[in-house]
């Protein structure tokens, strides 16, 4: 599998917030991706960093004006607030009866629910300068002539080696002693103990069921199997498995997404709502028939909603910003069917999209990028009915890979208002800053109350595990050769740049550091 390639841009101090207002309160780090494989991106997030397109950035919590916590909502575990069933029994209302009452929402906005990434957030809105031959390593083994120049300076003989490579692919050999990455803790999972004798039901009898809902069971099971493999390259399928598998009702216990999104709808409902997941890959026929359609909704939403001017939010900033991915795309045998990278999530209303979400799978969540979608729908709650079907999404994709069960938001901004809806996705979970370890979001609310800047794991003694320890096995792509930072210093010229290196490394953690491709000029 091809290694990573960044190229670190240092830090960008001092420019505009859109949340506080400030002119220069934002501080933060930043790098162009190349290339970029999913588990180097999961580490990536889980250490705070996020990407807006092919920049990869990270705010430095304790100088910024506005702390921007990386937030997850443990998707199993989800339960949907009363508003949030208030916009899910919406739309269905909607597409069942064409009922469009606008009622409006009474704890989240109707914008992006994803809205601190905009086009213009980032500071480097350029593309590298550096060629994609520069980029390519060489394919030629140096190793021993590395190996005896790292000798005669003392370093190890594992920092000296030097990668074969073989046409466009770099092949990596991880050392005996390389770290293995760490995975994110996992939700326990809930247990339920049986009653005690004499109390609760006869759990030797079968439960009652309302004839209702053994109607309902039937209809639904029957319409599944009629539309079976009628839905090309819709997803259809999946969701259909899915919902045959969680089809039978559960006495007693609160609705779910999935009872509000895969309902059966009447012979004559007045609308058509499909959800279809297309492949960001200009090789996708269905991605390159919708792009047209895509981009123009994404222009309207932008100028609409955001206020941009037609330059601002034309095919080439569309392809630049939500388009463009460093991920590349990756199939395995415990994953989900449709692989993971980076997706487009489009919304077909009557055959035309009104909204489109824009997500990454990932090893162990759906991160979500981006959503735009037509304004003409915004009584329809689009930011939020899209959060909830993409966090069904992850439950579903979960029944495949187990791993995978977790709902990325972006960043939790405690210090702006109007962005502290995310932490309305319960049970969910917030980042320390500090130790990059999971906090539960009702634990860093008192924290946050009192200090805009918080550290959330109270074990004074505990360190960030993940932490740079060896400088000298960074690795560096240099002049086209993959070699680690401890023969790239000695061979540099000029002066040194050991303090960016440094800087680059404590951030993306020791992990990722020896597994991605470092460039330098």
């Not at 780090?29 to 997030?45: E, K």
């Not at 508003?83 to 989240?108: R, Y």
């Not at 520069?134 to 590395?146: F, G, I, M, S, Y």
């Not at 090309?232 to 969680?246: I, P, R, V, Y």
Request: proline share 7%; hydrophobic share 30%; glycine share 6%.
């Amino acid at each position: 599998m091809p290694a990573a390639v960044v190229e670190y841009k240092g830090w960008k101090e001092g420019y505009g917030c859109g949340y506080c207002g400030a002119a220069r309160g934002k501080v933060s780090a930043g790098m162009w991706a190349h290339s970029m494989t999913v588990q180097d991106y999961q580490d990536l997030i889980d250490r705070g960093w996020r990407r807006s397109g092919k920049y990869v950035y990270k705010p430095i919590m304790n100088q910024t004006c506005c702390p921007q916590y990386t937030i997850r909502c443990r998707a199993l575990h989800f339960q949907a607030s009363k508003s949030h069933k208030k916009v899910l029994k919406k739309m269905l209302k909607f597409i069942s009866k064409g009922d469009v009452s606008k009622v409006a929402s009474e704890e989240e906005p109707m914008d992006s629910h994803i809205e601190d990434v905009a086009t213009c957030d980032f500071p480097y809105k350029n593309e590298s300068q550096v060629s994609q031959s520069d980029l390519t390593p060489l394919a030629v083994d140096q190793a021993e002539r590395v190996e005896d120049e790292d000798k005669d300076s003392g370093e190890t003989k594992e920092e000296g080696n030097v990668q074969k490579v073989e046409s466009d692919s770099v092949q990596i050999c991880a050392d005996k002693d390389s770290p293995v990455p760490a995975e994110p803790s996992h939700s326990a999972k809930a247990g339920h103990a049986p009653p005690k004798p004499g109390k609760g039901a006869d759990l030797s009898k079968p439960p009652c069921r309302k004839a209702k809902d053994i109607r309902k069971e039937r209809k639904l099971q029957k319409l599944l199997q009629s539309q079976m493999g009628t839905a090309e390259g819709s997803q259809l399928q999946g969701d259909q498995a899915f919902l045959l598998q969680n089809s039978k009702p559960k006495t007693n216990q609160p609705k779910n997404i999935e009872d509000f999104v895969f309902v059966p709808l009447p012979d004559d409902a007045r609308h058509k709502l499909e959800v279809r997941l297309v492949p960001v890959s200009f090789e996708d026929p269905q991605f390159k028939s919708s792009f047209n359609q895509s981009a123009s909704l994404f222009a309207k939403y932008q100028m609409s909603v955001h206020k941009d001017t037609p330059s601002d939010c034309g095919e080439n900033e569309f392809t630049r910003f939500l388009c463009d991915s460093p991920l590349e795309a990756e199939h395995a045998p415990n994953g989900p069917e449709c692989g993971y990278g980076s997706f487009h999530q489009q919304y077909w209303l009557d055959g035309k999209i009104i909204a489109v979400g824009v997500i990454d799978i990932l090893p162990y969540c759906v991160s979500s990028v981006y959503l735009y979608y037509d304004p003409d729908f915004s009584f329809l709650s689009l930011g939020v009915y899209s959060a909830l079907r993409e966090i069904a999404f992850t439950r579903q994709l979960c029944v495949k890979a187990p791993d995978l069960c977790f709902y990325y938001m972006g960043f939790y901004i405690h210090s702006c208002p109007k962005m502290r809806y995310k932490g309305q996705y319960r049970p969910s979970d917030l980042l320390c800053p500090e130790t990059y370890v999971w906090t539960p979001i009702e634990q860093c609310l008192p924290l946050l109350e009192h200090s805009k800047y918080s550290r959330f794991n109270q074990d004074g003694k505990a360190v960030d595990e993940g932490r740079l320890k060896e400088l000298g096995r960074v690795r560096v792509l240099h002049k086209r050769t993959v070699m680690p930072y401890s023969v790239y210093k000695k061979r540099r010229k000029g002066p040194s740049d050991e303090a960016s290196v440094q800087q680059y490394a404590s951030l993306v953690g020791q992990t990722c550091s020896e597994r991605m491709l470092l460039f330098r000029s």
